[in-house]
């Protein structure tokens, strides 16, 4: 296991963070459940191998992780680790809320502080609503009474969001999504550089992209295969993001003991700055090939918003990209039906022509949204 210094804190940290949102599940009374003697027995075994940050969240295998990782830390496990848990923002009705919610995850984790406290997926909204209920003066409060130590945030917005969060409050860390599809996606690289000139340190969470650049069609796993170093998609995404001095912890959702075996692995090699020029090469290379896989030339400059009839134009182009590039058309056809419930799809489409007078791209717009209603309704052939 690699280790760097997380920030300015004065302790180091493993490369490779436990995520507890995608543990060991069994069918109890015709639903999922944490197999829980298992997701223990891997927590600790992670923790055994090197892993020295634990991320666990209020909602996450709906609301039982918290309790399973509470279970697995015990026996002197705590110790060895950083915990990190999430403040539900939408939960969040009132101040009061704050203080009730912590302290019932205080008690789920049997513990009487986490070291990582962050406000949950923060975009512009969600960054406003925090702000009016006093939710820095609760971090505040809560770092004082000793229930956490370190205030923080996870985020899903646009860059210009994460400019204001990050420059809104003296964070100490925040979580970001990165990997090499997505260098400039929401805070990006230009949120990466503006966090360490904050002096925040960064988590990143979705380096495989919720699993999808582990699973490459033939043509890309094609390019994997031609380079002379052979290593794994999933090594080399790890590797990408692992490069980066500004990233302290990289999360991995682990689900069974093969994976998480292939992780300790793979973060026994992931060093700051230890990708070759060539290597750089081939991660620009797979880039390059997932970008062809992508059939609307849509930029989400969202000149086309908004649309008469309601219609969410680059979401939708969006999630049919996505679906081309990893050939995942049933997570696109379950978003459709999202979609269509809050009269946002394509169907809705008038073909009165405004949104195509608008696109800096010149797209057909029209036979697109066509196309993205058939693929969503009917699946792609």
């Known amino acids: ?32 459940a944490v197999d829980v003697p298992r997701a223990m027995a891997l927590i600790r075994a992670g923790i055994d191998g090197g892993i020295t940050y ?15 990782v509470g279970l697995a830390l ?5 110790e060895r680790v950083k915990l990190a848990t999430k403040l539900p923002c939408w939960a969040v009705k009132e101040r009061r809320d704050m203080d009730r919610i912590l302290d019932e995850q205080l008690k789920k984790l049997q513990v009487p502080f986490v070291d990582f406290y962050l406000l949950h997926a923060l975009d512009k909204e969600r960054w406003e609503k925090m702000k009016a209920l006093g939710a820095l003066e609760f971090l505040e409060s809560a770092v004082k009474d ?9 985020f899903h917005d646009e860059y210009q969001v994460f400019e204001e969060i990050i420059t809104g409050y003296d964070w100490v860390m925040a979580q970001i999504q990165f990997n090499y599809l997505d260098t400039e996606y929401q805070a990006g690289l ?10 925040a340190s960064l988590v990143v969470m979705e380096p495989l992209r919720g699993g999808a650049l582990a ?60 990708l070759t020029e060539a290597d750089k090469g081939l991660i ?15 930029t989400a400059c969202r000149y086309c918003q908004p649309c008469p009839m309601g219609v969410v134009i680059p979401d939708l182009f969006g999630d049919y990209n996505e679906a081309s590039m990893f050939d995942d058309w049933g997570r696109m056809r379950r978003h459709y039906q999202g979609y269509i419930k809050e009269e946002q799809d394509a169907g809705r489409c008038i073909q009165c022509g405004a949104c195509e007078e608008q696109c800096p791209q010149h797209l057909p717009i029209r036979d697109w949204l066509e196309t993205v209603h058939k693929a969503g309704t009917e699946g792609a052939e």
């Open 1 to 32: 296991m690699q280790y760097v210094p997380f920030g300015k804190l004065g302790f180091d940290i493993s490369r490779l963070g436990f995520g507890c949102m995608r543990l060991p599940t069994v069918e109890a009374d015709g639903k999922k």
């Open 146 to 154: 000793g229930r956490i130590r370190y205030p923080s945030f996870s």
């Open 54 to 68: 634990i991320d666990t969240a209020w909602p996450y295998h709906g609301g039982e992780s918290e309790n399973v």
């Open 284 to 298: 620009a290379e797979l880039k390059a090939g997932y970008r062809r896989r992508m059939p609307i030339g849509c």
């Open 74 to 78: 015990r026996d002197g496990y705590r």
């Open 190 to 199: 230009r949120g990466m550089a503006l966090a360490k000139e904050r002096g």
């Open 215 to 274: 699973r490459p069609s033939a043509d890309i796993q094609a390019i994997i295969d031609a380079y002379p170093e052979k290593r794994s998609a999933v090594e080399w995404a790890f590797r990408f993001v692992g490069d980066y001095p500004e990233v302290a912890t990289i999360l991995s959702g682990m689900s069974d003991e093969e994976q998480l075996a292939d992780n300790l692995r793979i973060f026994d090699g992931v060093k700051v700055g230890g």
